[in-house]
């Protein structure tokens, strides 16, 4: 759900508000599951009345996906952060690395918005912004009829499921070593769908006039 649509909802005051509720909630999470969160809790770490809080949001899950917002554009990011031709399977980029150190920075509050599998607010968000972007990236390069939109599933549900497991304790690995497994696994993907491609178009392909 998203956050409810306010009047003067570009207002600085407004901003601020909405800012100091998200800290709130990642405080909170910090110390325990989100479904033990409570309205009344997090309004009082932000300094905010309940009324306040609902003119803003719907519910604690509305603040939650406006607070894994900013994560989730970097993680998108990260997986698109190359120009050209994307680097080769053990050269992962930077930004990816540097994602994993932050969520692992932050467990606490990530392991309570991302569920095992790759659920909860976060998992959702991250899902379908990142299944978004690459449908995005692949109907430019690709033409139609390739799967792009298998593609672009394989590559949100793949990351998500696998952030979700290594923040859970499931996967061992340092944020570098998760980042080049992840990377590889991406290009596998990626590779694996364009040789399917060019064996589809070649057996579609009319048999040449004798």
Same mark, same amino acid.
């Given at each position: 759900?998203?956050?409810?649509?306010?009047?003067?909802?570009?207002?600085?005051?407004?901003?601020?508000?909405?800012? +100091?509720?998200?800290?709130?909630?990642?405080?909170?999470?910090?110390?325990?599951?989100?479904?033990?969160?409570?309205?009344?809790?997090?309004?009082?770490?932000?300094? *905010?009345?309940?009324?306040?809080?609902?003119?803003?949001?719907d519910d604690l899950r509305a603040?939650?996906?406006?607070?894994?917002?900013?994560?989730?554009?970097?993680? *998108?990011?990260?997986?698109?952060?190359?120009?050209?031709?994307?680097?080769?399977?053990?050269?992962?980029?930077?930004?990816?690395?540097?994602?994993?150190?932050?969520?692992?920075?932050?467990?606490?509050?990530?392991?309570?918005?991302? $569920?095992?599998?790759?659920?909860?607010?976060?998992?959702?968000?991250?899902?379908?912004?990142?299944?978004?972007?690459?449908?995005?990236?692949?109907?430019?390069?690709?033409?139609? $009829?390739?799967?792009?939109? *298998?593609?672009?599933?394989?590559?949100?549900?793949?990351?998500?499921?696998?952030?979700?497991?290594?923040?859970?304790?499931?996967?061992?690995?340092?944020?570098?070593?998760?980042?080049?497994?992840?990377?590889?696994?991406?290009?596998? *993907?990626?590779?694996?769908?364009?040789?399917?491609?060019?064996?589809?178009?070649? +057996?579609?392909?009319?048999?040449?006039?004798?």
């Amino acid at each position: 759900m998203a956050p409810a649509t306010t009047a003067g909802s570009g207002d600085p005051r407004t901003a601020r508000t909405r800012g +100091r509720l998200r800290a709130a909630l990642l405080a909170a999470c910090e110390e325990q599951p989100l479904d033990r969160v409570s309205v009344s809790e997090v309004v009082r770490r932000a300094g *905010v009345g309940r009324a306040t809080f609902y003119l803003h949001y719907d519910d604690l899950r509305a603040l939650a996906v406006d607070a894994c917002a900013e994560i989730v554009r970097q993680a *998108v990011d990260a997986l698109h952060a190359w120009d050209g031709a994307p680097p080769g399977p053990d050269a992962p980029p930077a930004e990816l690395t540097g994602l994993l150190d932050a969520v692992r920075d932050r467990a606490e509050v990530y392991r309570s918005l991302l $569920g095992t599998g790759g659920g909860g607010p976060l998992g959702e968000l991250l899902h379908g912004e990142l299944r978004a972007r690459s449908l995005d990236e692949l109907t430019r390069r690709r033409p139609a $009829g390739t799967g792009a939109d *298998v593609i672009a599933s394989a590559v949100a549900g793949l990351f998500a499921g696998v952030l979700a497991d290594w923040v859970h304790g499931r996967v061992d690995a340092t944020p570098a070593q998760l980042a080049g497994r992840i990377w590889r696994m991406l290009i596998a *993907v990626h590779t694996t769908a364009a040789s399917h491609g060019q064996g589809t178009a070649a +057996r579609d392909r009319p048999a040449p006039l004798r």
